[in-house]
């Protein structure tokens, strides 16, 4: 199994409250993406990385940050949760466009 | 990006072949095609890809059609536990087509 690991795995917060979740990794692979995924809309794309300091905005990004400082981090900062922002998150990793893609066991928050 | 499009919802029964379709009448020269899957409560994980050969693996075989338009991912006998979504996804394997997005796939019942 590809090394990824997300932290927190389950997470309860407060409307208002900053949120990060981390996604690292062991493979040193240069692409980096963090997902959401609620019923009925399957995966969805918030941002992704392609190199250390270098991300951009995916579908649906409104209301999230990313940061990545090293190559093996890729943070997901919601600055002021919202209820909207229930879901279960989802990072993944893949060494290049083209190649397969690897996924961490998911992030479940819950924004109350 | 290239679209694709695969059904809602298949079923099967358990111990047979499942052949599962996906259209892509847009695919580009350069693009691969791959698959996933997510069982329940899980991160997807990668299936298999190809881009003009049909492929197998210990998992399933892909079949790719000459011009390319569509693909049949086959199981080739069907388990209680290859129930799960199956997505098809187009990847570039070029700089500039980082984005690593996902329709809403097939969600497949296999039936004891």
Redesign the interface.
């Given at each position: 199994d590809a090394g990824i690991t997300q932290s927190p795995r389950h997470k309860v917060t407060e409307t208002g409250t900053p949120v990060t979740l981390r996604c690292h990794q062991t493979e040193n692979h240069r692409?980096m993406?963090w997902?959401r995924q609620d019923p009925g809309?399957?995966?969805?794309?918030i941002h992704?990385s392609?190199g250390v300091k270098d991300t951009?905005k995916?579908?649906v990004s409104d209301g999230y940050s990313v940061s990545r400082s090293k190559t093996e981090d890729f943070l997901l900062t919601l600055e002021s949760a919202t209820s909207s922002q229930t879901s279960v998150y989802?990072c993944?990793i893949?060494e290049?466009?083209?190649?397969?893609?690897?996924?961490?066991?998911?992030t479940r928050l819950t924004v109350v | 990006d290239a679209k694709t499009t695969q059904p809602n919802s298949m079923e099967s029964n358990e111990e047979e072949p499942v052949h599962l379709p996906c259209n892509h009448s847009t695919i580009s020269g350069t693009d691969y095609i791959h698959w996933y899957r997510q069982l329940p409560s899980q991160g997807p994980e990668y299936v298999i890809h190809g881009l003009t050969s049909n492929v197998n693996n210990r998992m399933a075989s892909l079949a790719i059609a000459e011009d390319r338009k569509s693909s049949t991912l086959i199981l080739h006998r069907a388990t209680l536990r290859d129930a799960a979504v199956y997505y098809c996804i187009l990847r570039a394997p070029n700089f500039g087509n980082e984005k690593l997005t996902f329709g809403t796939g097939t969600r497949l019942t296999i039936i004891p």
């Open positions: 692409y993406y997902y809309h399957g995966l969805r794309l992704y392609y951009d995916g579908e989802f993944a893949s290049s466009p083209g190649t397969q893609a690897f996924f961490g066991q998911g | -």
